[in-house]
């Protein structure tokens, strides 16, 4: 009997023991399972560029605010909103971001510009994409918030910093615009090449309020006019009216009073050119051909249909400017990178008579 009991107390203790050590081990299994955060440590979207998805498999949402200089007079920025638009078709589902943008309207106003880059940050804005109405009144905007974390991406238009320390943008996205004067130059040339001229006389018209963007356009423009004919006679005009249509055509009423020889025209951006090409055209100035820079629908009208007056048009595309923009924001926002001082975009194209049909500019909805 006591043989018995002893085997029963035995095994008790046996079960107890058993039970004890099941009762331990749900408490070390959550440690063990909380441990593996390595996978989203390996997943850092600065080092692989991996898709910026959360844990969830769900696109992570930021907030991009999107200044643009002008939306109202002038059509050629609707294409930035198309490039920023198509870059998250092409790359949202890629890396796992969902661009919320907001598109303001600066209408060529600074304070305009100031007031929507302050409602944007105010907002919720988590980066902000600005193409400036001016060389640097959004600097000291541009410190303030970029102090608060929020980084900005600056398009088009190059800004003036007056101290190293003014420079907090990630980087600039724009065209190369002595590239675009150049080029406008190289076919002012191949024009000039069939005329038999020693001396050839070619009109700029610049818009001073541009500052150093119309500077460069018409710096590149020159150089590449000179240095086929370093006889050539240059001349720049600068539209210091509204800078459209009807204020160029009055400036070339008065070029072409008292220059009777003009063989190209070319300016700063198309709206000068298609004003003086109207004065041209009422005076009965036949031997004057023109050259312009942007992207006009009119322009390229003309040019499809064979107008002999129109050599070529120097595309700056927009839909390139707000798509390279919109990149470079993902870059320093999402990834974390230390971005270029300069945003690479691609050389300048020359849309003449002999290529157009190469180019879907009918369905360009920016062309207006």
């Known amino acids: 009997m006591k043989k018995a009991l002893a085997l029963l107390m035995v095994a008790a203790m046996s079960l107890g023991l058993v039970a004890c050590g099941s009762s331990e081990k749900p408490a070390e299994a959550p440690a063990e399972s909380a441990a593996p955060a390595a996978p989203a440590e390996s997943a850092k979207p600065a080092e692989s560029q991996a898709p910026a998805a959360d844990s969830t498999g769900e696109k992570q949402t930021y907030k991009i605010g999107v200044s643009i200089m002008e939306l109202t007079a002038y059509t050629w920025y ?10 998250m078709a092409d790359h949202g589902d890629e890396y796992g971001v969902n661009f919320e943008f907001s598109f303001e309207d600066s209408r060529s106003d600074v304070q305009t510009m100031l007031t929507n880059v302050e409602n944007m940050a105010s907002a919720g804005s988590d980066g902000i994409i600005l193409f400036p109405a001016d060389a640097s009144s959004a600097i000291p905007t541009m410190k303030e918030l970029t102090g608060q ?45 069939t005329l038999g001229k020693d001396d050839p006389v070619c009109l700029f018209i610049s818009r001073p309020t541009s500052g150093q963007v ?3 356009r018409f710096d590149g423009f020159k150089s590449a006019v000179l240095e086929k004919y370093p006889n050539a006679k240059i001349i720049e005009e600068g539209d210091t009216g509204a800078g459209n249509r009807d204020s160029a055509q009055t400036l070339m009423e008065n070029v072409l009073q008292r220059e009777s020889v003009i063989d190209v025209v070319c300016g700063h951006n198309d709206a000068e050119v298609v004003g003086a090409y109207y004065a ?19 322009v390229l009208t003309w040019i499809s249909e064979n107008n002999d007056k129109w050599l070529a048009e120097v595309l ?36 003449t008579p002999s290529n157009i049909a190469d180019y879907d500019w009918k369905n360009w909805g920016w062309l207006g």
């Not at 595309?317 to 999402?334: F, I």
Request: net charge negative; charged share 25%; with cysteine.
């Open 149 to 193: 974390g929020i980084p900005f991406v600056i398009g088009d238009y190059a800004q003036e910093p007056s101290s190293d320390s003014d420079v907090v943008w990630s980087t600039f996205v724009g065209h190369d615009m002595k590239a675009l004067g150049k080029k406008a130059g190289e076919e002012a040339v191949k024009y000039l090449d």
């Open 214 to 216: 119309s500077q460069d």
């Open 78 to 87: 609707q294409g930035v909103i198309d490039g920023c638009n198509q870059w």
């Open 316 to 351: 700056q595309d927009p839909v390139v400017l707000g798509y390279q923009a919109t990149d470079a924001m993902y870059k320093a926002l999402v990834l974390k990178e230390d971005l270029p001082e300069n945003y690479d975009l691609p050389e300048p194209e020359a849309i």
């Open 280 to 298: 041209a055209v009422a005076q009965g100035r036949d031997e004057t051909k023109f050259i312009g820079i942007a992207g006009d629908i009119d």
